[in-house]
């Protein structure tokens, strides 16, 4: 079992420490090891294309990463009070937007946009000489349907978790529902939305499928890299593959720390 399981992670990870290795290669051609080198990672990000694709995707993963704590926490806040079968229809369809193919969210998102675009477009231009189109906001809205989700689960899971008594006992000094909901029960949920937060902002980061839809003229920086493949995989491209994975693995594991700490405070 042992060899089997050591079988199975370096056929998952071989390709990524390939990508993190080659991306080191001193040579313009990506297979083909010259030696030693940081050079592309300083031309990576000295090229404006990529600074501008990486600015719109940290726009993008920030203004996702704040909508989705706000609304995620209102979810899991709302659904905590609701009981019977209203309940089960509103955790299935949190589980469903999680489990829903990304392409699909992206088709139907298209779709959508689409046909609102058809209906809003000749009243505005019209009135206000103005046309909406798709952009940054459009990317922005369809990442933060799926990641409510993502955070309404883990605000749903420390809620489950709050010692009730903390609560009763600000009732009974007659605090007012906001005061306990800001003194009391928003501390304590703060480690679950701040990690629920980190991961919307890495899910939104490294996307690809659903911004392809739904991004219009702007290019994040997972676009421009597919983009730029289709001419041929280059150290540049490993380099900015390996930057997104790092910062990926670095988001992921605070927000683990984040959890874990917080389980041991409550």
């Known amino acids: 079992m042992r060899i089997y399981a050591s079988l199975i992670y370096i056929f998952l990870y071989a390709p990524i420490a390939l990508i ?6 001193a040579g313009k051609q ?5 030696g030693f080198s940081v050079e592309w990672y300083g031309k990576a990000f000295s090229n404006p294309l990529i600074t501008e694709a990486l600015g719109t995707s940290v726009m993008i993963a920030l203004a996702t990463a704040v909508l989705s704590a706000i609304f995620g ?3 899991a806040l709302g659904l905590e009070r609701t009981k019977g079968w209203l309940r089960i229809v509103f955790d299935a369809l949190i589980y469903i ?4 193919p990304g392409i699909v969210i992206g088709i139907s998102s298209l779709i959508t946009f689409v046909t609102i675009f058809d209906v809003v477009n000749p009243a505005l231009e019209a009135l206000f000489n103005l046309r909406l189109r798709m952009g940054m906001w459009s990317v922005i809205a369809t990442h933060v349907l799926f ?22 006992a600000s009732e009974d000094l007659y605090a007012t529902p906001m005061g306990t909901f800001r003194q009391v029960v928003l501390p304590l949920l703060a480690p679950s939305i701040l990690a629920g937060a980190l991961l919307a902002f890495t899910f939104s980061f490294e996307d690809f499928i659903i911004a392809f839809f739904v991004a219009g003229p702007d290019v994040t920086l997972p676009i421009y890299v597919f983009s730029a493949i289709r001419r041929g995989v280059t150290p540049e491209i490993n380099a900015i593959g390996t930057v997104v994975l790092l910062t990926s693995l670095l988001l992921l594991l605070i927000a683990q720390w984040i959890l874990q700490r917080g389980n041991k405070q409550a």
């Open 147 to 168: 990641n409510i989700a993502v955070v309404a689960l883990m605000v749903r899971a420390r809620l489950q978790g709050m010692d009730r008594s903390l609560v009763e």
């Open 73 to 75: 926490t209102m979810a």
């Open 30 to 34: 990506s297979m083909v090891w010259t």
């Open 20 to 25: 993190v290795a080659l991306s080191f290669n």
């Open 97 to 100: 937007a999680i489990m829903v």
